[in-house]
């Protein structure tokens, strides 16, 4: 049913709109290396991608298609030959009212809000400068402030008081009609078995804030999986000049309920705090750093056999730098380490649990609606960094927009 409304949506904006401004961007991409190492997001490479977007002051929609290479794996197969995958694609409607105005999005898309902080990365992929988002470093409340994410249908209902503050407030409330495993727990949606209540869609909220030149601030939350619940508070002020900032702080509850069968059933809790800043030193530097730390406990019930007991703590830090060396040109150096076991290995005693990576990367801007990214990615995986064998990959952007 989410997919026809959805479908309907996109219908009635192509049929029924007279848009003012439509939009074309090309994201060609290339990875030379070895790209069986990673850090963060599973996969390493995005593929070319095709994104058409039409829109007036009202109403919009936005489709974008990959065109994914041969043999590559992805959530459902592996595929053997290249096609066209469609990413993402919604429409949205606004509406004006008495007080404060409503927005519709349907379709399926990414919708986050929090400051990322990550103005300087460009078109470098999350390997390469972000390897995680706001949230943890674990299942739950991966991801957290992305409230849709691409791979679901969602729904989702915004309205706005844009005068009532000096600044504006903002209620989200949405459906997410789920296709896949939302956090890779390697089950359906559902719990499963004859006693289990079948779920299909999730329900995801939130509250923003922004106050102009104060702060911007929102609490978020997400069940997308019976018995489980994630949520996630993210404050960015806005006062202080050249400083861009993000704290946050997430948490994910799983908690089976008595039906599900005792050889199953285990709770899991994951907390993360994070921070970022980025600082504009003069008009041509500026340095970005990012930090999260998460903590994962995994409880078993005695019957259960299967699931391993954790109780660990994750880190990841990530330091870069820019320069703007004129006009048209821009180079980057990016430092990422994550460590899955801090408490083990934070004085170097384990190398099997972290992961250094040194990305020096060049932006070269064509024109007003292109540009040209290249970047030199090394990475130690599991052994000792410099000492042991890294992994080279040469990652390559190109960006054209009408």
């Known amino acids: 049913m989410k997919k026809i409304l959805s479908t309907m949506l996109v219908g009635a904006l192509i049929a029924g709109i007279a848009f ?16 069986s190492k990673k850090i963060g997001e599973k996969y ?30 992805d959530f459902v197969t592996t595929q053997v030959a290249t096609e066209f995958v469609v990413d993402h694609f919604y429409g949205y409607l606004t509406f004006d009212l008495p007080v404060g105005n409503l927005m519709i999005t349907s379709g399926r898309y990414d919708g986050r809000w929090a400051s990322r902080v990550k103005s300087d990365g460009g078109e ?12 943890t470093m674990g299942k739950i409340a991966k991801d957290m402030n992305n409230l849709t994410g691409a791979d679901n249908y969602s729904t989702v209902l915004a309205y706005t008081l844009n005068d009532v503050l000096p600044g504006s407030l903002m209620f989200k409330a949405g459906i997410v009609a789920l296709n896949k495993d939302p956090w890779g727990f390697g089950t359906a949606y559902n719990e ?43 404050l960015s002020p806005l006062m202080v000049e050249k400083l861009s900032a993000t704290v946050g702080f997430s948490m994910g509850l799983y908690r089976p309920g ?7 059933r285990y709770d ?24 999260n730390i998460t903590g994962i406990k995994v ?23 820019s320069y703007k060396a004129g006009d048209n040109i821009r180079f980057l150096a990016t430092v990422q380490n994550k460590n899955t076991d801090w408490k083990a290995s934070f004085y170097n005693t384990d190398k099997g649990t972290q992961v250094l990576s040194i990305t020096p990367a060049c932006e070269i801007k064509i024109s007003e609606r292109s540009k040209f990214t290249a970047a030199f990615d090394i990475r130690w995986d599991g052994v000792t960094p410099y000492g042991g064998t890294g992994t080279v990959t040469l990652p390559m952007y190109f960006n054209f927009a009408l």
């Open 124 to 135: 470098l992929d999350g390997r390469y400068y972000e390897a995680y988002k706001l949230g």
């Open 192 to 234: 499963g078995g004859s006693d289990s209540t079948t779920i299909n869609s999730g329900f995801v909220g939130q509250i923003a804030l922004r106050l102009d030149d104060l702060l911007k601030f929102n609490v978020d939350f997400k069940t997308l999986k019976q018995n489980a619940y994630a949520f996630g508070i993210f």
């Open 20 to 35: 003012a401004e439509v939009s074309f961007e090309y994201k060609g991409t290339a990875i030379l290396g070895n790209t």
């Open 299 to 321: 409880t078993p019930n005695s019957a259960n056999t299967t699931t391993t007991e954790v109780d660990t703590n994750a880190m990841w830090n990530m330091l870069s730098v």
């Open 258 to 264: 008595d039906k599900i069968a005792e050889a199953s």
């Open 44 to 73: 390493v490479y995005r593929s070319d991608a095709f994104l058409l977007g039409v829109k007036n002051e009202v109403a919009g929609i936005e489709f974008e298609a990959d065109l994914k290479p041969g043999d590559y794996n």
């Open 268 to 291: 899991r809790t994951e907390w993360g705090v994070d921070l970022r800043l980025r600082y504009a030193i003069t008009e041509k530097w500026a340095v970005t750093t990012m930090h």
